[in-house]
């Protein structure tokens, strides 16, 4: 099992989001996050999908993808020829002032902001990869997530040209 | 492109008569009142009025796979698309080009559970190839034009296009018959010539070569290629139930339909072969056994498929040529011609030879030892019917009967619903089939569990005098689970068997249909006359065995190269 980013240019119609996560259910596959959102071509939406699965049913997925007749273009996004980043939300707990502290010192190492902070809470956000962000929410569950929110990873191609 | 002023349900029709439509099966409802105002005065479209929304989408879909050119079906809201759904789901799974059109509320109330709501494009959008709801009466050019491009191109499918009323009723300026399509939608048609290059590579070495024909050689209309190949390389052809009439199932090279209820030495070629050339085919489970790695094991396997996603989905196959059959074939045929001579007189020839012999002598003596009444009967009808002869079936022991004993000739006569295997299919596509070649004689080979599933449709038959015959194998039982239940279940007949009712002649001739019993094998041929004769649509109620049994047979989750029930077979 490898995780796999599939990043795709569909057809800006209601009823696309629920066709693709349709051709997902049907076909058994699980996907692990989705994101979508306007893209740089009028009446096109890009997709980025990360789905947990094998080779080959990366291939199937592919292929299915490129059937819909709403799919303008599929690209498989390999891991080390791609900038991949997920954005993260999350409320911590703070008791002390102590705590406070260390929170704060510990986002400030990782690159998260603090947008928000209250007596007993810090709100922070994290533009990161999402192994790095995987860590850095392992680090804060020390001191209490209160609430975590992501968005689900987007990526994109390094280099010039990366849509082949 | 003409620019014009229209209402929409006036757009769909001019847009239907464009696209060559001349017959669509439905039923109208609230949603639909303006369409049908507008076909009320359209002579260009026959409109058949079905008796279930089931049957128009078989209908729609029997008159494609007869004449190749896209069918259409028409539901109102609700409902009536609801009831679309079995009917769509089967043309799809069989690849067969269907425009389905839906009645829907109102755009404005869409969402509120309004009276006949049901949301069609969420349901339909897993069983078709694409779905429309359209929104604005000025789309409907466009979608309705890009509905029979998609339907009819590529691997072949259903489209569906939901209409709410207010875009039906609403008027707009439009631009007809625009030729503009998808960004999304391009078919891979022409194949790739490094890999025919490859594939006559192989074949001009192979020793044991065999062509494996599904429904894609039909759906192509590539039989001709097909027979031209398999005469020169002196390759043997099996085909898949949905590749039946592909080759003329009586050229000394055909063995017949393989898989789990296929002829024995079909199987056998699959087993003995060193390449397999697999044509439009998906290899189903029905054809392949359940122990892949008994399929095929010393051949290279080659799969020529238009739908790029079949590649390597079912098995793993050696080499994948995606495109056209009919396009690949002469490409193959082309090459290997410039590379060597006709093959004659191999040893593998003179195998098959032997291997025909012994599937035809197992389809042609009825007088054979361990001959049922249904085995009887079923080649009866396939000697008494012409190589143009249409026949449709139902789904279970008479659909089998009729793959294994029916002698094929031609594409398109043989119509069954292969993938979704539906029940109830048989009739309505019969219609379909009969309406679409309204000079050839139509059969359905059904049994009585399948017939009382669609039967109400004797009223559009009888109405709109379609004069199909429906030969019912009739045993009192749904036969192929009964089967099932004697063979794999220790004889317990778990709610398989149907009771005493109906009278099939009663029942048919209330509708006015012709009908008769045939008791006895014997009677069949006298009481075919007469349904044919009788000019009207017919109904032959036929006696078979409750224990007649579909053999031989894979047993479910076996191999292709273990079949039981061979004993019935002729052994070389």
């Not at chain 1, 596959?29 to 999908?49: D, F, H, W, Y």
């Not at chain 2, 989408?57 to 539901?75: F, Q, W």
Request: charged residues 25%; hydrophobic residues 40%; proline residues 4%.
């Amino acid at each position: 099992m490898q995780t796999h980013i599939i990043s795709l240019l569909v057809e800006d119609n209601p009823g696309v989001l629920t066709r693709m996560s349709g051709m997902f259910t049907m076909r058994g596959i699980n996907i692990t996050s989705l994101t979508v959102s306007p893209c740089e071509k009028e009446g096109l939406s890009r997709m980025t999908v990360a789905i947990e699965g094998s080779e080959s049913e990366l291939e199937m997925v592919r292929k299915q993808l490129s059937n819909l007749i709403e799919v303008v273009k599929v690209v498989d996004l390999k891991e080390s020829e791609a900038i991949i980043r997920d954005l993260c939300l999350l409320k911590v707990h703070v008791k002390d002032p102590e705590a406070r502290s260390e929170v704060m010192q510990l986002a400030e190492s990782y690159g998260a902001k603090i947008l928000d902070a209250a007596l007993d809470s810090v709100t922070l956000e994290l533009t990161e990869e999402p192994k790095k962000i995987d860590r850095f929410v392992d680090l804060m569950r020390h001191f209490g997530v209160k609430q975590l929110f992501r968005t689900g990873v987007t990526a994109i191609g390094i280099g010039a040209g990366v849509e082949r | 492109m003409t620019r014009e002023k229209l209402s929409g349900a006036e757009i769909v029709v001019e847009e239907l008569k464009d696209e060559g439509v001349e017959v669509a099966f439905g039923i109208p409802g609230g949603a639909l009142l303006d369409l049908y105002d507008v076909l009320y005065k359209e002579e260009a479209i026959r409109h058949i009025l079905m008796r279930h929304e089931q049957c128009a989408a078989h209908a729609a879909d029997g008159y494609a796979r007869v004449l190749g050119k896209t069918g259409v079906c028409i539901a109102t809201s609700g409902p009536g698309a609801t009831n679309l759904v079995t009917g769509l789901a089967n043309a799809n799974m069989d690849s067969s080009p269907v425009v389905a059109l839906t009645g829907q509320v109102p755009t404005s109330v869409i969402g509120t559970n309004a009276f006949q709501e049901a949301s069609t494009f969420t349901i339909t959008m897993p069983i078709t190839k694409h779905n429309f709801l359209v929104k604005r009466t000025s789309d409907l050019p466009k979608i309705i034009h890009n509905a029979f491009y998609i339907a009819n191109t590529g691997r072949k499918g259903v489209v569906l296009v939901d209409l709410p009323t207010d875009i039906l009723a609403g008027v707009a300026e439009v631009d007809l018959h625009p030729k503009e399509t998808f960004a999304g939608y391009k078919p891979n048609i022409k194949p790739n010539q490094v890999q025919i290059k490859r594939v006559v590579e192989i074949l001009a070495n192979a020793e044991r070569p065999l062509i494996l024909a599904g429904g894609g050689v039909i759906s192509a209309d590539a039989a001709v290629e097909l027979r031209h190949l398999a005469d020169f390389l002196g390759a043997p052809v099996v085909t898949t139930l949905m590749g039946k009439g592909a080759i003329p199932e009586n050229h000394p090279f055909c063995l017949g339909m393989a898989g789990m209820h296929g002829q024995l030495y079909a199987n056998r070629a699959i087993n003995e072969c060193d390449a397999l050339l697999a044509l439009g085919t998906r290899f189903s489970d029905r054809t392949t056994g359940w122990q892949l790695d008994q399929f095929a094991p010393d051949a290279t396997i080659i799969h020529v498929d238009i739908d790029t996603a079949e590649i390597n989905k079912n098995m793993q196959v050696d080499i994948p040529i995606v495109g056209d059959v009919k396009l690949a074939l002469s490409g193959i045929l082309k090459l290997l011609e410039k590379k060597r001579e006709k093959k004659t007189g191999s040893e593998w020839e003179k195998r098959i030879k032997k291997m025909h012999e012994a599937c035809d002598s197992c389809v042609e003596d009825i007088s054979r030892e361990g001959a049922s009444v249904s085995d009887i009967l079923i080649k009866e009808i396939s000697k008494l019917l012409d190589d143009d002869a249409i026949v449709t079936t139902e789904v279970g022991q008479c659909q089998m009967f009729a793959a294994y004993y029916y002698m094929t000739k031609k594409p398109r006569t043989f119509i069954s619903s292969g993938g979704l295997g539906t029940m109830g299919f048989g009739f309505p596509a019969a219609i379909g089939a009969k309406v679409a070649a309204p000079d050839k004689k139509v059969v359905d080979i059904a049994g009585d569990g399948s017939f009382l599933m669609t039967c109400q449709d004797m009223a559009t038959c009888v109405e709109n005098d379609i004069p199909v015959v429906v030969c019912i194998f009739d045993n009192r039982y749904l036969g192929m689970i009964r089967q099932f239940q004697e063979l794999f279940f220790d004889k317990k007949y778990s709610q398989s068997g149907l009771g005493i009712t109906p009278d099939f002649v009663k029942l048919a001739e209330s509708f006015g249909c012709y009908a008769e019993r045939v008791e006895k094998p014997e009677e069949l041929k006298d009481a075919l006359n007469n349904a044919f004769e009788s000019g009207k649509p017919a109904v032959l109620d036929m006696i078979v065995g409750k224990e007649d049994k579909v053999l031989p047979m894979i047993p479910p989750g076996g191999s292709i190269t273990r079949m039981i029930g061979t004993e019935r077979c002729k052994h070389i």
